[in-house]
């Protein structure tokens, strides 16, 4: 994977979707897994392959049994077909819209430097995760620098990339919307997760003990850190080399909810049915307070606009074209 890191870009999309390669202003050419940087404080990104996948969870994908029925909270078996309900029904989906994606989380310094050049409506996050651990302590934990950054709604991630265009002069970057998180989590696979069905706690940052709940099982392996760790912490990237698309934060998407997919069979479409005012928007991939189940690359949530969490940030995308 090559790495770029220039004061400004001028893509050129010069070859066939599959093979396409972009060209800098220096003539430098970038291909697909190539990783660039705009600028010292922007993210790094890295250039995503063109083509389509099969977006949802097939039945059986989750096992997560607590469902709504006939409008009431059930438990039902692993397989109902109310489990993931909202994962399908699955369909392919082709992006026709050149991306690149945020190798990280945005961090907490990377907001900062948001905030300290008179960007981000000058919205200083929190920076502190408390827990209760085994002993029944109340433990207090500082998440900064390189940490992700945390209790920023969908409307403060929507101020951020308009700061990072405006300094950069372009208006290309943006938050994704769910279908090219799943292509981008997914990395040309069709497992639960990228790595296969399975994770480890040294692959993700989840919550070993909710995993333990949830499938009745004892799992000593897994851990509960309970805290978002730096985005550059454990063995965590997939196979595009994205890093912590399953875990540690739950990320903001652009895309709104409904409660089955509509069959959008691309990615410019899936774009187009996002720019609305206001609506629920999805987030994807789970975090440090969830289960392994929740980390799923088809796992869904969903949140008002203007809501902050301590559990929550956000990463971005950038169209190359």
Same mark, same amino acid.
């Given at each position: 994977?090559?790495?770029?890191?220039?004061?400004?870009?001028?893509?050129?999309?010069?070859?066939?979707?599959?093979?396409?390669?972009?060209?800098?202003? /220096? /003539?430098?050419?970038?291909?697909?897994?190539?990783?660039?940087?705009?600028?010292?404080?922007?993210?790094?990104?890295?250039?995503?392959?063109?083509?389509?996948?099969?977006?949802?969870?097939?039945?059986?994908?989750?096992?997560?049994?607590?469902?709504?029925?006939?409008?009431?909270?059930?438990?039902?078996?692993?397989?109902?077909?109310?489990?993931?309900?909202?994962?399908?029904?699955?369909?392919?989906?082709?992006?026709?819209?050149?991306?690149?994606?945020?190798?990280?989380?945005?961090?907490?310094?990377?907001?900062?430097?948001?905030?300290?050049?008179?960007?981000?409506?000058?919205?200083?996050?929190? /920076?502190?995760?408390?827990?209760?651990?085994?002993?029944?302590?109340?433990?207090?934990?500082?998440?900064?620098?390189?940490?992700?950054?945390?209790?920023?709604?969908?409307?403060?991630?929507?101020?951020?990339?308009?700061?990072?265009?405006?300094?950069?002069?372009?208006?290309?970057?943006?938050?994704?919307?769910?279908?090219?998180?799943?292509?981008?989590?997914?990395?040309?696979?069709?497992?639960?997760?990228?790595?296969?069905?399975?994770?480890?706690?040294?692959?993700?940052?989840?919550?070993?003990?909710?995993?333990?709940?949830?499938?009745?099982?004892?799992?000593?392996?897994?851990?509960?850190?309970?805290?978002?760790?730096?985005?550059?912490?454990?063995?965590?990237?997939?196979?595009?080399?994205?890093?912590?698309?399953?875990?540690?934060?739950?990320?903001?998407?652009?895309?709104?909810?409904?409660?089955?997919?509509?069959?959008?069979?691309?990615?410019?479409?899936?774009?187009?049915?996002?720019?609305?005012?206001?609506?629920?928007?999805?987030?994807?991939?789970?975090?440090?307070?969830?289960?392994?189940?929740?980390?799923?690359?088809?796992?869904?949530?969903?949140?008002?606009?203007?809501?902050?969490?301590?559990?929550?940030?956000?990463?971005?995308?950038?169209?190359?074209?």
């Amino acid at each position: 994977m090559r790495f770029f890191c220039i004061a400004a870009l001028l893509f050129v999309f010069i070859s066939s979707p599959v093979h396409a390669q972009y060209v800098l202003q /220096d /003539d430098t050419q970038l291909s697909p897994l190539d990783m660039f940087q705009e600028c010292d404080v922007c993210p790094e990104m890295i250039v995503l392959p063109q083509g389509d996948f099969t977006m949802g969870g097939p039945i059986g994908d989750s096992i997560n049994g607590l469902v709504i029925l006939d409008g009431k909270l059930a438990m039902v078996e692993v397989g109902h077909p109310a489990i993931g309900a909202d994962e399908r029904p699955l369909h392919r989906v082709e992006v026709d819209i050149p991306i690149a994606m945020g190798r990280n989380e945005v961090t907490h310094d990377q907001w900062m430097a948001c905030v300290d050049d008179g960007g981000c409506n000058g919205y200083v996050p929190g /920076d502190t995760v408390l827990y209760i651990n085994e002993a029944r302590e109340r433990v207090e934990t500082i998440v900064r620098g390189s940490h992700p950054v945390i209790d920023v709604s969908y409307l403060d991630a929507q101020a951020y990339v308009a700061w990072l265009n405006e300094k950069l002069g372009v208006d290309v970057y943006r938050l994704p919307t769910e279908a090219e998180w799943e292509y981008a989590a997914r990395s040309g696979t069709q497992t639960r997760f990228a790595q296969g069905d399975a994770l480890t706690s040294d692959q993700a940052n989840f919550l070993g003990s909710g995993t333990e709940q949830l499938t009745g099982v004892a799992r000593p392996d897994l851990l509960s850190r309970r805290v978002p760790v730096p985005v550059d912490d454990l063995d965590a990237a997939n196979g595009w080399g994205l890093r912590h698309m399953s875990g540690n934060v739950i990320e903001q998407t652009r895309s709104c909810y409904t409660s089955e997919y509509a069959g959008w069979s691309t990615t410019s479409e899936w774009l187009r049915q996002s720019m609305v005012d206001s609506c629920k928007r999805v987030s994807r991939g789970g975090g440090y307070s969830t289960a392994m189940d929740f980390t799923r690359v088809a796992s869904r949530g969903a949140g008002e606009e203007d809501y902050r969490s301590t559990y929550s940030g956000f990463r971005i995308v950038r169209q190359m074209i």
